[in-house]
């Protein structure tokens, strides 16, 4: 079984619960989804994790759980579950991989935005642009730590490996 930590206070909660369900099927998965909304609800998600025995997490994007980066990691880890998350920011805080955006070049494009309004732009003006860029960060010693061999094509496929 794989869970999914989901914001029920983020509006689009039901759209990411929905998407997470389709890959799962597509892949042939069981999917459940856990939420998260206050300061307590990680502890008390990672507590039904290891209860129902869950073979790894997908922790969906949401400024809820970036903020709450460090006390995530230090959860899966404690569980010892493998978790993929949706920025760098969580392995670069001891998780062990994530895919996602690429941040540096989304805030580029923030600044590019910004310098462009400071000038006298009009927001109605300016083109609405997807990032493009995503990146897979890959940290080894997560991956130990659970007694996981990542296999080298994935290696080769990262970003960034960090030892």
Known sequence: MIVALLNTGNPNAHAYALQAQ?????????????????????????????KRRADAL???????????R?????????????VIYPLRWFPEAGGLLSYGPAVWGFCRQLGTYAARILKGA??????????????L????????????????????????VIE
């Open 22 to 50: 389709a890959a799962a099927d597509a892949l042939g998965l069981r999917l459940e989804v856990l939420t998260a909304q206050t300061e307590a609800d990680p502890e008390a998600a990672f507590a039904i994790v290891v």
């Open 70 to 82: 460090e006390q995530v990691v230090a959860l899966a880890a404690r569980c010892a579950k493998p």
């Open 58 to 68: 997908v922790a969906i994007a949401d400024p809820f759980f970036i903020a709450r």
């Open 122 to 135: 009009n927001v109605v003006d300016l083109p609405i642009e997807q990032n493009t860029k995503y990146e």
């Open 137 to 160: 960060v890959i940290i080894l010693k997560a991956a130990k730590a659970l007694s996981l061999t990542v296999p080298s094509s994935l290696l080769a496929r990262a970003d960034e």
